[in-house]
């Protein structure tokens, strides 16, 4: 059987084409809402779509400047995927990626090597996401209220250390620089410039596909997601399984820290501007990829372009009170994403809420 | 006004339902209950019963359709509505608040009606109640304490409370002794005699003789007939359900078997509560029969089953698989050992989302997974055999196994087990909710699985199902196995007495029961 002939067919299965066509409808439908909210505050929509969607994407640096978030979007977008997966809501993303980013740091500027740098990155947000999923299934602590905790505590710790131990001798804003040798560094096709992290993110999403979907492990993270019964049914333990998912989600959180530390800036910056975010954005990214690893690289990648495109609105968008105000921009782009994301988040709450009813109905353990 | 005297207490005219995801379950449905009647609703899983009596029950809409209550017009938006139009029902699953005491029940059920719900008034007018009807409940008792069969009672109160003209029992048999059984029928007659016009979804053919005026049979969401209980026979009813002859009789050499495989000695387990449900059994299996667990639902067949399959972990005593001791292997090891185990429940052993692939390797994952890589090629071999071998009708491998009628979900679950040809099989329920040709698939396959050698526990509340199946029978009560001999040496009678835990134990529980 040919690939194309292969590719066409996985096509036409009926789950694959129901989802591209709720993506489609979804897009056309946050699109539309932006075109309303933009019309009723009086500025043009058709060009404001232009600089929300296309303008980015007409001159290499733009190309180049979309390019750059998914780098950790991707990854953050993993590491609250494959918890999803498992049936734990991992908001820590953020938490982990701050562990990820300031052990990379400290790692990198001491041993000048970007491996060490960055796998010392992935294990400490491992840790991270191992503490959380180990407190849920052994002391039944709620696993969003301990990220939310764990997310404050890492971003103060983390701003401690950017001042006070690592602080950069020459800039007051920022911590040391780490040296050339411990970083990834970019190339260029024409003049579009991309960060060699890109390609890895990319890969190791692609690893996580596998990880998921053709490993044991993968397996045992989505049965017991799926049916908690079901797994116990079939000598899989679930909250083994929430536990691993969260020690693998948390390694990708790890890894985005480190990479926007190792394979992007090479410091972090005394208020956390270049990280604060980026986890959280990774569970909507994650909701629009579908909680699917590849998804989750066009969702990144979309994001990215309707967060540049947003700086287009206001800039270029003139309308009855002047250039349009960055909230009427995010606004737009908020349509767009939460018209993405809604459907399926809508799905695994119901899912979710259903599982906790028959878990309490069977009176078992927690489920 | 004046002719609405003589309209039927329901009549239901050309009902269709088309359901949101597009099936049809109701072909243009006429329904006509006479007044003061029993009208038995006959037909297979999936012939549109319960669509019906769910719409008679206001909690959905027909597509199409017109229905009159007592001559009425009606429209219901939802239950309040059929209840104020003096409609009960009675589920399968109760709607009682377990923690509840029944008096609690009771008055939560008024208070939801806008009834009285005072302390006094409920309970003389469920004292009132009672002694008119002979429906015995103890009022200050605790729901989750009393039986299944006095649990159903408090649903049938409950009802009668709101003061119902039509009730609706929905298989209300299906969890119930024969001698509870027994009761209810009398409480439904005495229910009758009082002018309450009575609907009772089910099944089984001889319950229809045994209660009912008239029977509408249903058959792939259309009425076949209704007609007159007296003038009918079972055969005609069988035939007029299924559209053909059924074979109520399997056919089966007497078994010939070997060596004891399955060997469980003094097994203690705990269910969910922590309470002890399984308590000293003792039970032995030889390759090439089939033991059948006979017992009222509860009574510690699933904890057993579990405990043998290693899902649940007992706290004493042993297993033996093939003369080895398994107790407490983890139960992909079990599976990987030579033992099948069909869950009592669908929702349990398959993942509804995944595709049919998917489902074959969750109990098949040593012969599936290398070095940790799932070798979906290996698995889809596998799962083709399956589907192939147990014809299974699927569009593809790859269908989410929603799509599969249950029969044919009912096919994957058993085939997975039965294809890696275990040595033991424990099957719970393997017929639950399956039609009439699906059942006797079932069937079949398990005794021919016993020709080739195979050791069955058979666990069932069906004790039709039992008594066609079992070589030996083993009747299970409050987790203990209170006898165990040849099936053909039981009485249904003594069966239902020893289920409903009326004879002491035939035999000492102590030592290994052989027959």
Redesign the interface.
Known sequence: MSLVSRIKGYLLREEVASTALEIVGSVLIGVLAGVILLAATGYDPLQGMYYLLVAPLTTPGGVSYVLVKPIFIILTGIAFAIPALAGVFNIGGEGQLYAGAITALAVGLGTGNFVLAFLAGVAAGSLVGLFIGWLKETRGANEVVTAIMLNLALFNITLYLVTNVFGSQIYPNQSESLPRSAMLGYFFIGRVKIYYSLIFSTALAIVAYFLVYHTSVGYWIRVAGASPKTAKYAGISPSSAAVLSMLIGGAFGGAAGALAVAGYAGYIDVTLSSLYGLGFAGIGVALMGRNHPIGIIFSSMFFSLLIVGGGEIERNLYGPFGYAPKELADAVSGLIIVALALPYAYRMLIARVRQARIAKKVGGGKA | MAQTEEAPAIEARGIVKVYPDGVVALKGVDLVVRRGEIHALLGENGAGKTTLMRILYGEIQPTKGEIRVFGEPVRFRGPWDAMRAGIGMVYQHFTLVARFTVMENLRLSQAGAGLPSEPHAVRAKAEELMSRTGLKVPLDAVVEDLPVGVQQRVEILKALMRDVKILILDEPTSVLTPVETRYLFEVLKGLKERGITIIFITHKLREVKAIADRVTVMRRGRVVATVDVASVTEADLARMMVGREVVLRIEKEPAKPKGPVLVVKDLWVKD??GLDAVKGVNLEVRAGEIVGVAGVQGNGQRELAEAI???RKPFMGQVLLAGRDVTGY??????REGLA?I?DSR????????NIV?NV???N?HLI?EK???R?GKAAKLAAEVVRRFAVVAESL?T?IRYLSGGNQQKVMVGREVVREPKVIIASEPTHGLDVGATEYIRKLLIRLRDEGAAVLLISTDLDEILQLSDRVAVIFDGRIVSVKPTQEYTIEELGLLMGGAIPESSGSGEVVRA
């Open positions: 969910d509560r399959a290693g899902v983890p139960p992909h090891r079990m599976y185990y869950p929702k349990v052993g398959l993942i509804m989302d995944f998917e390797a969750l109990t994952r997974a940790g890589v799932m979906w790859k989410p």
